[in-house]
């Protein structure tokens, strides 16, 4: 309980210092979104409080359940894993929305949020600030 208080203490802390970094606020543009993905034994349940200390704080945030994970998943399959972060992911940043999106993973969840992301590489400031 304390170690996922802290988690949630160390993720405001993070958005708070990348939306306090200078830049100019754009009127036009939505929050910060937090797209949290769970490890191989859990649902998006575990992340409850991190997800309600981040919305208390005005983030768009969406715990995702991830399809492969959990009871009744019959078949290890990454595909529909992908799907879902990936459509979480496109929902905030396509349709002129533009919203920037930090993705926060758990063991198996960060594995597949490096898949989900391939499809976005080019709207990635990660890319943009990488050495040539």
């Given at each position: 309980m304390a170690r996922l208080l802290a988690f949630a203490i160390l993720i405001s802390a993070l958005l708070s210092f990348i939306a306090g970094s200078g830049?100019?606020?754009e009127a036009a543009k939505p929050k910060t979104a937090v797209i949290l993905v769970h490890g191989a034994?859990?649902?998006a349940a575990v992340w409850d409080q991190v997800k309600s200390c981040l919305c208390n704080n005005g983030y768009d945030v969406e715990a995702v359940d991830?399809?492969?994970v959990g009871k009744g998943a019959v078949k290890v399959d990454r595909t529909p894993?992908?799907?879902?972060?990936q459509k979480a992911i496109g929902k905030r940043v396509h349709n002129g929305r533009e919203q920037n999106v930090i993705l926060v993973g758990n063991s198996y969840g960060a594995t597949v949020i490096g898949d989900a992301v391939k499809d976005f590489e080019s709207?990635?400031?990660?890319?943009?600030?990488a050495p040539a």
């Open positions: 830049a100019a606020p034994f859990g649902n991830l399809p492969s894993d992908i799907k879902v972060v709207l990635s400031s990660v890319n943009a600030h």
